[in-house]
Every structure is written in C-alpha cells, then in structure tokens.
C-alpha cells in the first residue's frame, strides 16, 4: 500500500485507489483452505492438495507475498493470528476462491482472543471478500475488553493494513483498529441488538467499527443496525465509535458510507474513555456520508481542533430508544473549559430532524457555514425552517420516506453550497464534483440522470 498522506486530503481517494489494485507477488507462495474437502495432511500448495483447518494459516510462516485462500463455502470458528508482515509492493493477503457463499469466521466466546476471529499483529496484510458472523455471542464483563472486541481486530504497531469488501453479520464489533495507515472500505456491516457490557448504571453497545488510533480511513462502507435497547441510556451502540484514550486521534477520515438503523454515526468519548480525559481530537474530515440512524448522528465528548463535517446527509426524524435525536451533540465534560470555540466546522451539510440541529455545552462555538436545515413535523406538514444559513424549509428530495436522498430538479439546495474542490473530487454516488462554481448541499449532487440502483447495496 502506498503511503497515506491523512493531512492532505485532496489527495487522499486518489492513492487509496491505487494501492488497492492487485500486487505481482514474484515468489510468493499461495495457500488454499478448505473447511469442507481439505486436510491438514495435505501441503495446502494447491487447491487440490488445501489444508482443512484456518489454523494453518497461523502457523504457515507467511512472508511478503504470500496469499491465503479460504474456499468459498467454508466455514471456520476460532481465532487466527497473523503476526507476520508485508511490505508496500507485496502485502500479505487473506481472500477467497471458489464458487458459492463467501467463507463464513466466527469466534464465540471472548475466552479466545477476546472473541477475535482474525486478530492482525503484522504491517501491509490485506482482508478481502470474506464473511464474519455471531461474534462475541455473550455478555462480558469488564470495561478493559471493550479495547479489544471484535471479529476483526488489528492490534497497536500493525500498520498499512486494508479491509475491504467483507461482510460482517452480528457481529458485536465487526472491526476494530489500533493499527496506523488502515484503510477499511466497501464493506457491509449488520449489526446485533444485544448489550456488549451493562452494569445497573452503564452499559456499552454493539459497535460497526472502532477506531482506537488515527491516521485511519473509513470509506464506502454500508453500516446498519448495531444498536440496542437494553442499555440503561435507553439505547446504545453505533456505527463508527473513536476512542481509547492510549493513543493519539489525529488526521482520520471517514467519508462516502451509508448508516442506517444504528444508535449514532460517530461517538468520540472523553470522560467515558479509557483512560480518562485522554482524548483531545485532530484534523478529522467527515464528508458526503449519508445516515438515517437514531439518536444523535455526532456525539463530541471530546475537544476538537480542526474537525470538518462537509457535504453530509443527515436524517433524523425516527426515534431508536431514548428521546435523544439530535442531530449533532458537542459537549465536552470533565473540568474542560466551555465557552471556547468548539474546533468544529460544519459546511454544506443537509439536516433533516425532529429535535435540534445542535445542542452540548460546545456546540455554540462550531462555525457553521451553507447547511440546509429541515425540521420534520409529519407528512402532511413536513418541515419547518428554524434557521437563516444557506436555507431552511423542504429540501426537495426525490423520496425522503423511501431514503431516496437524491434532489430534485427544483431542490432548493442546488447552488447553495460553497466550493470545495481543494479537498474533494466526487460526490456520494461517485459523480465528478465541479472545480468551480457552487456546489448543491448534502452528500449529493443534483443529476438530470438519476442513478437507479438503490443508495446502499443489497446483501
């Protein structure tokens, strides 16, 4: 993978793009696994002669180059580890072969590397094209594993690494990252509805993905459901949690995802972190993501410093659980001043709700500049503008009770948006973004041909 450059991210799609085109890997050596009709006898060298078990994986002593492929069909449970690392023009890399259902990874219980089924301890590995299922499958107790749950889990010092094009079904975290450079792309996430950890007076819910370090990217993902009801909060969970106070938060993006269904986009936590009062956030882009989620979209524990939310459609007229549906939440607890500009910039961003746009102790100091603002009152008195930026009132969508975001031909929200081409070249559904002139607001640009498929991919 090439070097990501996460401060300058004009440039950003355009290396990501590159490196995910396959690699020559010279000498390298494949491996085949078959659940089905291997054996650990075999040398695993053909996909005539695959091992059986995935723990062959493990203890292949794979180097530069090497492929690992799990038959489509298969079915493995259990951890693997694999401490072993790439380099940039040879990458490590786990996918699949065959015909018929994606290979299918799950770990029960959190007694087995906290309920890892693939745990990345080496730099440059690639995941691709395979499914993770039913993890952890139990309560645990303990805040500490919330650090470490997941069905993916790419460990602290393993850098470079990509995920993309996996599937993840109720999965109690389906990826989390420690690692520095990762790129996790164009995979489906559907979540559970059970509680991670609860006490009588907290609780921690099923979480998408989970950042713990940055210099990250989050892109083209399709995030649903990870949300639950037995939570003293009411509801909790979330599709992208960024936390764990040990490590710095710096230069993440996440941009061009789908959510929906889940409680929250995007949780920074603060006094809630471990360790506390750890986590002071910079130079994040959020942008042309669309979410039609519960409760709020943003929820800012944590202070920010140089953190934009650009071109993004939010839809919040649907309760999940508690009454919290404000659309973006800025609070910063623990002794913090208040009061200070918040570092948080929200720009051409399209705002469907039925609470507030903005609330917390912070959210005053957010500059905000061209948002359309639309507060949903029922279908047949839709919205009501409540604000003087770049409009308020019916945004013009093609079908909003559909979640057909795309605008209509006389959207109000076309040439109401300012230009920011300097940063990035394609709207939502991958159309060209003008260099100059207005831009139109939310995650999409108008089109007079709209675009059939749905917004989110069927799976």
Same mark, same amino acid.
């Given at each position: 993978?090439? =070097?990501?450059?996460?401060?300058?991210?004009?440039?950003?799609?355009?290396?990501?793009?590159? *490196?995910?085109? /396959?690699?020559?890997?010279?000498?390298?050596?494949? &491996? &085949?696994?078959?659940?089905?009709?291997?054996? @650990? @006898? #075999?040398?695993g060298l053909s996909?005539?002669? =695959?091992?059986? *078990?995935?723990?062959?994986?493990? *203890?292949?002593?794979?180097?530069?180059? @090497?492929?690992?492929?799990?038959k489509k069909g298969s079915a493995f449970s259990g951890n693997i580890q694999i401490s072993?690392?790439?380099?940039?023009?040879? =990458?490590?890399?786990?996918?699949?072969y065959g015909t018929g259902e994606l290979p299918k990874f799950t770990n029960?219980?959190?007694? @087995?590397?906290?309920?890892?089924?693939?745990?990345?301890?080496?730099?440059?590995?690639?995941?691709?094209?395979?499914?993770?299922? %039913?993890? !952890?499958?139990?309560?645990?107790?303990? $805040?500490?594993? $919330?650090?470490?749950?997941?069905?993916?889990?790419?460990?602290?010092g393993a850098d470079h690494c990509i995920i993309r094009n996996n599937e993840f079904i109720k999965t109690g975290q389906g990826i989390m990252s420690a690692g520095e450079h990762t790129l996790i792309t164009k995979n489906y996430l559907n979540g559970p509805d059970y509680a991670l950890w609860r006490t009588s007076k907290s609780s921690w819910g099923p979480m998408g993905i989970h950042l713990n370090i940055g210099n990250q990217e989050v892109s083209y993902n399709t995030i649903k459901n990870f949300g639950t009801k037995d939570s003293?909060?009411?509801?909790?969970?979330?599709?992208?949690?960024?936390?764990?106070?040990?490590?710095?938060?710096?230069?993440? *993006?996440?941009?061009? #995802?789908?959510?929906?269904?889940?409680?929250?986009f995007i949780e920074s936590s603060w006094?809630? %972190?471990? !360790?506390?009062?750890?986590?002071?956030?910079?130079?994040?882009?959020?942008?042309?993501?669309?979410?039609?989620?519960?409760?709020?979209?943003?929820f800012m524990l944590a202070p920010c410093n140089g953190i934009y939310f650009d071109n993004n459609t939010i839809a919040r007229y649907n309760g999940f659980g508690r009454s919290q549906n404000a659309v973006a939440r800025i609070d910063?607890?623990?002794?913090? /001043?208040?009061?200070?500009p918040a570092g948080a910039h929200f720009r051409n961003n399209l705002f469907i709700y039925s609470s507030s746009p903005y609330t917390g102790n912070r959210s005053g100091g957010a500059l905000k500049t061209a948002n359309w603002y639309s507060k949903y009152k029922s279908p047949s008195t839709q919205y009501k503008g409540d604000s003087s930026q770049a409009g308020s009132g019916d945004p013009g969508l093609v079908d909003l009770q559909k979640q057909n975001y795309r605008l209509k031909a006389d959207s109000p929200l076309r040439g109401k948006a300012i230009n920011l081409s300097e940063f990035y070249q394609s709207d939502f559904d991958g159309q060209p973004l003008p260099k100059t002139g207005n831009w139109d607001i939310g995650a999409i640009q108008y089109s007079a041909k709209q675009p059939t498929e749905t917004l989110q991919p069927k799976r």
């Amino acid at each position: 993978m090439f =070097p990501i450059h996460l401060q300058k991210f004009q440039h950003l799609t355009l290396l990501l793009v590159v *490196s995910c085109f /396959p690699v020559a890997h010279g000498r390298a050596t494949d &491996y &085949y696994i078959d659940s089905v009709d291997g054996s @650990d @006898d #075999n040398d695993g060298l053909s996909i005539v002669t =695959p091992w059986k *078990s995935h723990m062959k994986a493990e *203890s292949a002593s794979l180097a530069a180059g @090497d492929v690992v492929h799990f038959k489509k069909g298969s079915a493995f449970s259990g951890n693997i580890q694999i401490s072993e690392s790439g380099t940039a023009e040879k =990458p490590i890399r786990l996918t699949c072969y065959g015909t018929g259902e994606l290979p299918k990874f799950t770990n029960p219980t959190t007694r @087995d590397a906290s309920g890892n089924a693939i745990l990345l301890g080496g730099d440059y590995i690639i995941v691709e094209n395979l499914h993770f299922h %039913d993890t !952890p499958g139990e309560h645990v107790s303990g $805040m500490i594993i $919330m650090t470490k749950l997941a069905a993916l889990r790419i460990e602290h010092g393993a850098d470079h690494c990509i995920i993309r094009n996996n599937e993840f079904i109720k999965t109690g975290q389906g990826i989390m990252s420690a690692g520095e450079h990762t790129l996790i792309t164009k995979n489906y996430l559907n979540g559970p509805d059970y509680a991670l950890w609860r006490t009588s007076k907290s609780s921690w819910g099923p979480m998408g993905i989970h950042l713990n370090i940055g210099n990250q990217e989050v892109s083209y993902n399709t995030i649903k459901n990870f949300g639950t009801k037995d939570s003293p909060w009411g509801s909790d969970g979330g599709a992208i949690e960024i936390d764990c106070g040990r490590y710095h938060k710096k230069n993440i *993006s996440i941009h061009h #995802n789908y959510s929906e269904g889940n409680a929250g986009f995007i949780e920074s936590s603060w006094d809630y %972190d471990w !360790p506390r009062f750890r986590q002071e956030i910079y130079n994040w882009r959020v942008s042309f993501n669309i979410c039609y989620d519960g409760q709020s979209w943003l929820f800012m524990l944590a202070p920010c410093n140089g953190i934009y939310f650009d071109n993004n459609t939010i839809a919040r007229y649907n309760g999940f659980g508690r009454s919290q549906n404000a659309v973006a939440r800025i609070d910063v607890r623990g002794g913090m /001043p208040v009061g200070e500009p918040a570092g948080a910039h929200f720009r051409n961003n399209l705002f469907i709700y039925s609470s507030s746009p903005y609330t917390g102790n912070r959210s005053g100091g957010a500059l905000k500049t061209a948002n359309w603002y639309s507060k949903y009152k029922s279908p047949s008195t839709q919205y009501k503008g409540d604000s003087s930026q770049a409009g308020s009132g019916d945004p013009g969508l093609v079908d909003l009770q559909k979640q057909n975001y795309r605008l209509k031909a006389d959207s109000p929200l076309r040439g109401k948006a300012i230009n920011l081409s300097e940063f990035y070249q394609s709207d939502f559904d991958g159309q060209p973004l003008p260099k100059t002139g207005n831009w139109d607001i939310g995650a999409i640009q108008y089109s007079a041909k709209q675009p059939t498929e749905t917004l989110q991919p069927k799976r």
